[in-house]
Every structure is written in C-alpha cells, then in structure tokens.
C-alpha cells in the first residue's frame, strides 16, 4: 500500500509560503512613512487592530437576540471548528466583550480599563482567552494585520559608550516607528492619515520613545546637529512586527505565584544585571524590558487569574490603564499601548469587590460576565466537541445522550422560577426554545426575574461542564470495559450520581438539591425514551405525509372560509372540524387558541412556499408531534403490548422491526434493544392499564 509522504523540502516550502514575504525584510523610515500613506491602518493602536481582527474573521447578526456572532468564536476557521463556542449567553458575553474593544478603539474610555471576564470554573473564560490571542497572531501574519517596529543600527561609530554587541539593538518596547518623530513633526503625520483613512476611529499616537531609544536619540540627534532625517537614515531600520506569545512579543499571559516568589518587577521589567557593569545602574540600557506590560506592548494582556494577585501588584494596574503607562522602580514611566484583559472566577471576585482599598481598581475594570450556558443542547454541543477532539473508542453515543447531560447541568445554573404555572423544567426548556407557543410562557420575563434573583447574575453558579465531560469520558471507558458497544443516558446518570459528592467545586450544602435534579432529568428521558419507542411501534412516513397534506387542506379552507374536496366522494364539503380537532388535542391546544395555531402552520406554509421549498408536515416540530401522536392513537389498537412486557411472548420478526424503527432514529442496535427495555415495558402498562 503507498502513502503520501511528505519530503522535507516540501515541508519546507509550505512553511516558507505561510510565511509573510518581507517578515524578514528590513525597509527604511522613509518606506515606512510612504506606506502608511497607502494604508493608514498599519499605524493602528491595539485596541483598533484587535476590533479590526474581530471583524476580519467574519461576523453574523443574530436579530433574534441583537447579538453579533463573531466567527473566530462561533465556528473558528483557523482550526476547522476545534475551539468554537456554543450558547446565546456566551455569544451576548464575546458581544460585549468585542464592543469595549470597539469603544476603546474610539477612545471613548475603555481602551484605559481592564476587561475583566468574570465566571465560574470552566465557564470558557480563559478558552476564549486563548482564542484572542491565537487569532491575534495569526492577524497579524497577514496583509491585514501587519505592524511595524524599528531597530537602531551602526550605534557605536556614534555613540561612544555602546557596547559592541549592543551595536544593533531593536526597540525594546516594539513602539510603532511613528514615534521616532517629535510631536509636532508626528501629529502633522498623523492629520495626513486621518485624511486618508476609511475607519470608524481615528490614528493617534501620542506616546514617548522608551527611554532607551530616547538615549539613543538624543546622542545621534547631538551628533547630527539635529538633523532628523539623518539619524533615521543612518541609524534606523524599520522591520515587521509579528505577534508570537511563546517569544513574548506583543502578547504576553500573567499568573499569580506564590507570594513570597513573585515580584512587581514581573510586571514592569528590572535591571539588567549583566548591563550595570558596562552602562552603570541609572543608565536606561542597564534596564532589562522583560515585564509583562513590556512584552505585552501593541498587543494583548492577559491576566490569569487576575484577582489573586496581592493588592500591591493590582496597584501597578491602576497606571497600566487609566494613563497607560508603566513605572518601573528607579525608573522612568514608560508609555504602553495594549489591551488589557483579566480573568477571575467568583470567590475572588466577590472578595474583592467589598474591600474598600480596591475601590481605585474596580473603577478602572469592565466588567464582562462569562457564565455557564443555559441552553441544553448548546450544552451538548460543548461535550460533542469535546468527542470530536479526542480519539474517542469505537463506541455509539445514543440519541438524548449529551442532551440529557446538557439538561442536568443546566438545571443546577438556573435560577428556580418564581412562578406557580412555570417550573424548572419547564423555564430550561424555554431558554432551549423547546416550548410551544401555547404555553404562554415569557421568556423575557424569566431572565429579567433571575437577573433581580441571582447574586450576580445567572449562570454564574452551577456545576460545570468539565465535571459533565469527565463523568461522560469515564462512562465512556466504563462501557468498554464491560463489553458495551453503546454508551446511554442511563450509564452517563450513574457516573454522576456516583461521583457527584467526588467533586471538589460542587459544595456540600449542594448535594441533596443535585441529587433531586438528577432524578428530574432521569424522568424527563423517559418521557423521551417512551416517544422513541411509541415512534418505532407506529410511525408511519407515508401516513404522516398523506394525514399532514390534509391537514394543510382544511386549514386553508378554514382560513378562506373556502370548501374543500373529498378524499372518497370528490365532492366539495366544509372543512372537517372534527379532524382539525383531532390533531389539535395531540399538542393540549384549548379551543380558544385553535385559530391562533392555524394561522401559524399556514404562515409557516406560505413562506416556505414563497422561498421555493415544498411542504412537509415533518418539517414543523409541532404540527409533526402532534401528527405523530395522532398516528399513535389510530394505530396502538393493533399492538400487541403484552409482547413489551414479557420477552417469552416477543416475536422475533416483530421485535425486529421495532429494532430497526429504533436504529432508524439514530439508536445502535445495542441501544434500541435496551431502550425497548427500559421504556418499552412503561408503554405498555400505560396502554394495558387503559
């Protein structure tokens, strides 16, 4: 058998055209200012290129919600749906998160905040995180994206002091070539951009040259006899800046340690101890940019765990944002230009936010909630991922599997309704979009309600999908070991309630209300494994078609006030009252709300018609379920349910063919056989007992 091998040349070549062609091209200021005329975003600050790179990816509107979805986070194109995000109540967060940016792109004020995501453990504040600062480097390797910095070069037939191996230094704050011009000389520049550029902000760069670069300025500018263009000439280079969190450059993550191990100075950089002995202690080229907020420069931040951090070094934050700059002891200030982001999970939160010597740094955050989602199948999407990014055994994974999952962790971060007519169940199926219009069930009013109930905000309590996701990966193994080809709601239930006081994020005082949960989503599975198996004894493709088409038929006569033809006579008759009726009653729709229900199905009709495609009954939920159940009731009559009961009266032939209904749903075969077990049995004794 052949295989396609790669060679290394051709390795080689696919790396070198992923490469952007003049990453390793050194160009002149000159070029430089020629090409900012051309591309005024090329001078963009961090806040503007991150809002840019949001939009870059793509984007889509969701007018339901008034959310914008960005791809990067909804179906991350880089990896082909690896990292993507699931969840209305995660969209709204990256939503907001995108839109501080963008004010902070305008310099409406929070490009001088911290965005501090705020969420429970494993909520996908620091997946998102991540995200940010993955897509931020891949951006800036493109046309789009690009940046540029500079380097000195040929310092020691100037400066007489330099160290000959300093002769080349790059910038050590990667600023933007731009401020190597003096203000007055820069802002005529900038005016000149401005003019020239199709954005929703404008260029500015009001910042200072490192005091390194200043040194070096100064001196050549002395040597020259201030002859600007000489120096820049002479002794500057401007290269591509590309961002790359593993050389530090442009992005940068910090996390709290030990605090008898860290210090300030990992935030704002220290002196270069090997330098002192060459330069001297108070020289600006003794000084060592290795700080978090220096690396950072013309990037991002990004602060794990930002709220464990000892209150002295949150006060460095304070000049990070507001004035954007950094003050290393015995130093200067030094300008940075970034943007900031925290992550925190709710204990920290809670504690800081009452302590009135942090008052200073809370004003300077914005707030960004990351809460679990509450949407169950969005739920089972995250656990879907989780699978389809592991080398998950040769197993099925049966129909309501993840969902029922979903179901179960949701129900712990949903606020309880205050509501006689609303229950849990019921309000976590609404915020899943699985409720019938005739329900009458405010959705609105269920959020606005448990934002006025929630200590913080809903979702921000709960149990968190990686508890959900290891206890599916346990099952998982668990069904391999005992020789089971399916894995099935029933054992995913069993590893929860197994492992569920095992959990160290989930409190004690949690446990009883969990448990009570549990067996709420077992009952709610049975409900669906008896639909599953009422579907496989009746169902009918043909007769759903046929009794859907004349469905449709009286409806429209009833709505025109019209007659229709008979089936049998092919006489023109009223439409059937009693057989609208009968379809109704299947979905507990009241008399009074039956002309509501019409004129829905025909709308759904006449769009769809309107958009070229044909009606099928089976593609409107509730005119299918209630057509299914109609079937139901016309076809159990000819069912022998005592074959459910006791497998000595099951006809091979018989039980079968409600396998393979079963199969045809997406169950194993394994699964079907169990299923019918299970729920099988309580089909049957419903039906017998009436």
Aim: hydrophobic fraction near 30%.
């Amino acid at each position: 058998m052949s295989r396609n091998t790669d060679t290394l040349a051709d390795l080689s070549e696919s790396y070198q055209a992923s490469m952007p062609e003049d990453l390793r091209e050194t160009k002149s200021f000159e070029w430089y200012l020629d090409e900012l005329y051309d591309d005024p975003t090329v001078a963009r600050n961090a806040n503007q290129r991150v809002a840019d790179m949001f939009d870059y990816y793509g984007t889509e509107y969701d007018e339901e919600d008034g959310v914008v979805e960005y791809r990067l986070a909804s179906e991350d194109p880089l990896n082909d749906g690896e990292n993507t995000f699931y969840g209305r109540v995660i969209h709204e967060a990256i939503h907001e998160f995108v839109n501080k940016v963008k004010s902070g792109a305008r310099s409406l004020g929070p490009e001088r905040r911290i965005k501090l995501l705020l969420g429970p453990v494993g909520s996908g504040k620091s997946h998102f995180d991540r995200q940010i600062r993955k897509y931020f480097e891949d951006y800036t390797m493109r046309e789009e994206g690009r940046m540029y910095t500079f380097r000195w070069v040929d310092l020691c037939s100037v400066v007489g002091d330099q160290d000959p191996a300093d002769d080349t230094v790059r910038s050590p704050m990667n600023q933007d070539p731009l401020v190597l011009l003096p203000v007055e000389q820069r802002e005529r520049v900038v005016e000149g951009l401005n003019e020239e550029l199709d954005a929703p902000y404008t260029i500015r760069n009001e910042q200072s040259l490192d005091p390194e670069s200043e040194l070096y300025m100064d001196r050549l500018l002395a040597h020259y006899d201030d002859d600007l263009q000489a120096v820049l000439e002479n002794h500057v280079e401007v290269v591509r800046l590309i961002a790359d969190e593993n050389k530090r450059q442009a992005l940068e993550t910090f996390e709290p340690k030990d605090k008898k191990n860290q210090d300030e100075t990992e935030l704002t950089g220290d002196v270069n101890y090997s330098k002192i002995a060459v330069y001297g202690e108070s020289d600006p080229r003794a000084f060592d940019y290795s700080g978090a907020f220096c690396n950072a420069n013309r990037g991002v931040f990004s602060g794990e765990e930002l709220l464990k951090l000892q209150r002295e070094f949150l006060y460095d934050f304070l000049h990070a944002t507001q004035e954007q700059t950094v003050k290393p002891q015995n130093n200067p200030r030094i300008d940075i230009d970034q943007v900031i982001v925290g992550r925190t999970n709710m204990p920290e939160y809670k504690d800081k936010k009452g302590d009135e010597k942090m008052e200073a740094f809370n004003d300077r955050t914005k707030r960004i909630d990351f809460p679990y989602v509450l949407g169950y199948d969005d739920e089972a999407q995250i656990y879907r991922k989780m699978l389809r990014n592991a080398d998950v055994p040769d197993i099925d994974v049966e129909p309501h599997t993840l969902e029922m999952a979903g179901l179960f962790g949701v129900l712990t971060r949903v606020e309880e309704p205050d509501s006689e007519t609303v229950g849990l169940v019921q309000k976590a199926k609404a915020y899943n979009g699985d409720v019938d219009e005739s329900e009458d069930i405010d959705l609105r009013k269920l959020r606005e309600e448990a934002e006025r109930t929630a200590e913080i905000g809903e979702g921000m309590e709960g149990v968190s999908p990686r508890f959900i996701g290891d206890e599916i990966a346990e099952a998982i193994m668990d069904s391999k070991h005992r020789d089971r080809g399916f894995l099935s709601p029933l054992t995913v239930f069993n590893h929860f309630e197994e492992n569920l006081e095992h959990h160290g994020s989930i409190p004690e005082e949690n446990f009883e209300t969990y448990y009570r949960y549990l067996e709420t989503v077992r009952e709610e599975y049975k409900e669906r494994a008896i639909d599953d198996v009422r579907h496989a004894l009746a169902y009918d493709v043909d007769e759903i078609q046929r009794q859907g088409e004349k469905y449709m038929d009286h409806v429209m006569a009833y709505i025109d006030d019209a007659t229709v033809e008979d089936e049998l006579t092919g006489r023109e008759q009223e439409p059937d009252e009693t057989f609208l009726r009968s379809v109704e009653e299947k979905l507990d729709l009241p008399e009074d709300r039956k002309d509501d229900f019409r004129q829905e199905v025909s709308n759904w009709v006449s769009r769809r018609a309107r958009e070229g495609e044909a009606f099928d009954p089976t593609d409107n939920e509730r005119l299918r379920r209630a057509l299914e159940r109609k079937l139901w009731e016309d076809k159990k009559h000819n069912i022998n349910f005592s074959a459910l009961v006791s497998t000595n009266e099951y006809d091979d032939e018989e039980r079968n063919a409600w396998v393979e209904a079963l199969t045809d749903q997406g169950y194993s075969e394994e699964g079907a056989r169990e299923v019918l077990e299970f729920a099988g049995a309580e089909v049957a004794k419903t039906e017998m007992e009436n």
